[in-house]
């Protein structure tokens, strides 16, 4: 893990290329403590920092291939580095350093821009060739690891955040209004675009090719569980691919331990972790709210009791996100609207004064259909075909019910169902996914972002599909990178393990989800490491009392954020209305709320670039 970043030219020779890496590597600090390095040449300078987790005393970056010049930075793991490191010997080249990433100049090499379809892991690679000249960026399947460039007629900078670009004076960022009214829709940002016009994103599993004749962006994997054929799935053979998947990805040089919510997910990988290393001593960073229906901390003790875990455990106070907010916005240079972002910032922070990684359950959600809005693209259906008398008094008994301060009610699901009656699936999906739903960005002046018709296929597949392409490597890993990297922490996701997600794409239906159960298949398995009062409790995900804060200690504050936001098209004047509903408990608000505020704090910090 690190941070890379560099400038190119693809004809002219760079004179301030060197400051401009230089800068770009002071702002990437925080994410690769341990060594730093810039490497020029006439037209090119590639910068690294390094958080080393493989070949300690030999993994400083970048890497250059002595003979042709071609040079890698990787911000990442390759977990299959030792197969590779043999077949490159016998193709004549012998890797000499000891890191995983050293393989990266020798494949590209040998195997040309298909180099990327051979490793697996998680990274973000760039190459400069010089013999022609070329530069090559790359970002894994599921999206882990991030990577932004600015192109310029010939010269392209590239940089793992984008406030390490912004550090650049001469180069002139505008704000993207049109992204940012995604932005408030959704909570991120999805490939290509950025909240800048000028700065674009490697997609997940992309690859992007830079030379004078032009720009050449392909996808070089999808994951294909609308398409796959589905077949009865076999407990030994998913045994086989997930403890493998946990043994790579804890294959380092370094302490590692688990983020555990006590929820199967994090359960299982730290369950599985303790039986493929039963020598190791594995600690677990679980976090706590006072509030007791966000609090997930008791079921984390009791699966570590189990495992014979040491837990650490890490609680969450509102006051803490004032700060921390302000913080981590400035120091990534975007907004991102998951609460979640804070805590997660905190547990990384925790774990990172005795570990250098931790595993964690990310992916397993989307993969293995655990989501509540899975059991709504089922019923929503059958729920179509009720009489419409029926539907209206339904619909009314359900808005009647009041707002709740507790995590995750019956009574905010069924809200969510019936706003979305009427609609067609995967329009219907994205709404029970938004932030802010179209009524309430009428209400804040601003147009809905508009979808294209939905594809054929199963609906179940196509949500599994969106979730993972965009909530999850948008959304949820931008959270988990930038909240952990801001201590120099690395996260792992086992779930997301290339073989484990081929292996979910073959999975029937009714193995994801079936009547009131999701992860139907994942249960089953899990059943085998964990009690089933752990497996079978009701989901409850990552959640933030935001509800109650918002209405109490945090008021004040979100109040003076939200009279900020007339910069990025949003009618002020609605945004404090939306705060005194969701005050007077009219409305629960929360998440739109967070959303203007976040971009609020953004806002600022681009006022004073």
């Known amino acids: 893990m690190c941070g890379v970043c560099g400038i190119v030219s693809l004809r002219e020779p760079l004179p301030l290329g060197p400051r401009c890496a230089n800068a770009m590597v002071e702002a990437l600090a925080h994410r690769g403590?341990?060594?730093?390095?810039?490497?020029?040449?006439?037209?090119?300078?590639?910068?690294?920092?390094?958080?080393?987790?493989?070949?300690?005393?030999?993994?400083?970056?970048?890497?250059?291939?002595?003979?042709?010049?071609?040079?890698?930075?990787?911000?990442?793991?390759?977990?299959?580095?030792?197969?590779?490191?043999?077949w490159l010997a016998s193709r004549g080249r012998?890797?000499?350093?000891?890191?995983?990433?050293?393989?990266?100049?020798?494949?590209?090499?040998?195997?040309?821009?298909e180099f990327v379809e051979h490793l697996r892991g998680e990274f973000a690679v760039a190459i400069w060739d010089p013999r022609r000249p070329r530069l090559v960026?790359?970002?894994?399947?599921?999206?882990?690891?991030?990577?932004?460039?600015?192109?310029?007629d010939d010269t392209i900078r590239f940089a793992t955040e984008i406030a390490a670009l912004a550090t650049d004076d001469s180069l002139a960022l505008t704000v993207d209004r049109e992204m940012l009214r995604a932005y408030l829709q959704f909570g991120s940002f999805a490939a290509p675009r950025s909240p800048f016009r000028e700065v674009q994103k490697v997609g997940p599993a992309e690859i992007v090719a830079f030379e004078d004749t032009g720009t050449k962006r392909r996808r070089y994997w999808r994951w294909n569980v609308v398409t796959a054929p589905k077949s009865a799935p076999s407990l030994e053979k998913f045994d086989t691919v997930f403890r493998e998947a946990v043994l790579r990805q804890s294959d380092v040089d370094v302490p590692y331990g688990v983020f555990l919510s006590g929820g199967v997910d994090s359960s299982l990988i730290a369950a599985v972790a303790r039986q493929v290393r039963p020598d190791y001593h594995l600690r677990a960073y679980t976090l706590r709210f006072s509030e007791a229906s966000y609090d997930e901390g008791h079921f984390a003790e009791r699966v570590a009791r189990h495992l014979g875990i040491e837990a650490h455990p890490?609680?969450?106070?509102?006051?803490?996100?004032?700060?921390?907010?302000?913080?981590l916005v400035r120091l990534v240079g975007e907004p991102l609207a998951d609460p979640a972002w804070i805590p997660t910032a905190l547990l990384a922070q925790r774990?990172?004064?005795d570990v250098k990684l931790c595993l964690v359950g990310e992916g397993g959600d989307e993969l293995f259909a655990g989501y509540p809005t899975y059991l709504g693209a089922l019923w929503a259906d059958r729920y179509a075909q009720l009489p419409a008398a029926i539907q209206a008094v339904f619909r009314r008994a359900i808005e009647a019910l009041p707002p709740s301060d507790k995590k995750v009610t019956v009574s905010y699901v069924l809200k969510k169902f019936v706003q979305a009656s009427g609609m067609e699936g995967m329009a219907r999906h994205r709404l029970w996914t938004s932030n802010i739903p179209p009524p309430l960005l009428a209400r804040l002046g601003v147009e809905p972002v508009m979808f294209p018709a939905q594809e054929a296929g199963e609906l179940l597949s196509l949500a599994q599909r969106n979730d993972l392409e965009i909530l999850l490597a948008e959304g949820l890993l931008?959270?988990?990178?930038?909240?952990?990297?801001?201590?120099?922490?690395?996260?792992?996701?086992?779930?997301?393990?290339?073989?484990?997600?081929?292996?979910?794409?073959?999975?029937?239906?009714?193995?994801?989800?079936?009547?009131?159960?999701?992860?139907?298949?994942?249960k089953r398995y899990a059943s085998r490491y964990l009690p089933r009062s752990i497996v079978y409790r009701r989901k409850r995900g990552l959640s933030v009392p935001l509800s109650a804060w918002l209405r109490g200690s945090l008021h004040e504050w979100a109040e003076s954020r939200l009279a900020r936001v007339d910069a990025a098209g949003v009618d002020s004047r609605a945004a404090l209305a939306l705060l005194e509903e969701h005050r007077q408990q009219r409305a629960d608000h929360a998440r739109a709320l967070w959303t203007l505020i976040v971009l609020s704090e953004w806002l600022e910090w681009v006022g004073k670039r």
């Open 137 to 152: 960026l790359a970002r894994d399947r599921a999206g882990e690891r991030p990577l932004f460039f600015v192109q310029h």
């Open 314 to 327: 890490v609680w969450v106070k509102p006051e803490l996100f004032v700060e921390g907010i302000r913080e």
């Open 94 to 113: 012998s890797v000499h350093l000891a890191t995983d990433v050293a393989v990266i100049p020798g494949l590209y090499l040998e195997k040309g821009d």
């Open 33 to 86: 403590p341990d060594a730093s390095r810039v490497t020029t040449v006439e037209r090119a300078a590639l910068g690294a920092t390094r958080l080393a987790i493989r070949g300690l005393e030999s993994g400083t970056q970048p890497i250059v291939d002595a003979e042709t010049g071609v040079t890698a930075v990787c911000n990442g793991e390759i977990d299959n580095h030792r197969e590779l490191r043999e």
């Open 351 to 353: 774990a990172a004064q």
């Open 478 to 522: 931008t959270k988990a990178d930038r909240a952990s990297m801001r201590s120099a922490l690395e996260l792992r996701a086992p779930f997301l393990d290339q073989a484990v997600m081929e292996f979910a794409a073959t999975l029937p239906a009714a193995e994801r989800v079936r009547g009131l159960t999701t992860k139907v298949f994942l």
